[in-house]
């Protein structure tokens, strides 16, 4: 079977524009997710570059479970756990106590996510290069 790796990389940076897409249409739960898809599927093609499986929907314990001969930079598994909650919030209405997900995002967060998401995504290529 080959290495997807390169695949999931590509599909993370199309999932990356998609939030810059949504984020200046104003659609920032959409900037959010798209956020976390990028960087979930950038952190997949790093488990599967180093011969690990890909599954699941957490990005924290994705950065977390990988071999311990990668040095995680500081601070980059508190920002997947940032993206991890727009996982469910950013898209379903019992992710807040009241109110569409929309309503509860903005500018602030959707950049937050972006940035963050890019960390992961450039951590990733420099570990695959």
């Keep these: 079977m080959s290495n997807r790796a390169k695949d999931w990389v590509a599909q993370a940076v199309r999932d990356l524009e998609q939030a810059r ?7 920032h739960e959409w900037a959010c997710f798209a956020s976390h898809q990028g960087a979930l599927k950038a952190l997949k093609a790093l488990r599967l570059h180093t ?9 924290a314990k994705l950065l977390h479970e ?4 990668i040095a995680l930079p500081s601070g980059l598994v ?7 909650a727009f996982y469910v919030s950013s898209r379903y209405p019992s992710g807040h106590v009241e109110g569409a997900p929309f309503e509860h995002y903005g500018p602030m967060q959707s950049e937050e996510a972006l940035r963050y998401a890019h960390e ?4 990733v290529r420099a570990q695959m290069a």
């Design 66 to 69: 990988l071999p311990r001969r």
């Design 21 to 27: 897409d949504s984020k200046v249409a104003g659609r």
């Design 51 to 59: 011969g690990q499986e890909a599954w699941g929907h957490v990005v």
């Design 120 to 123: 992961i995504l450039d951590f």
């Design 78 to 84: 508190d920002k997947g756990h940032a993206l991890d």
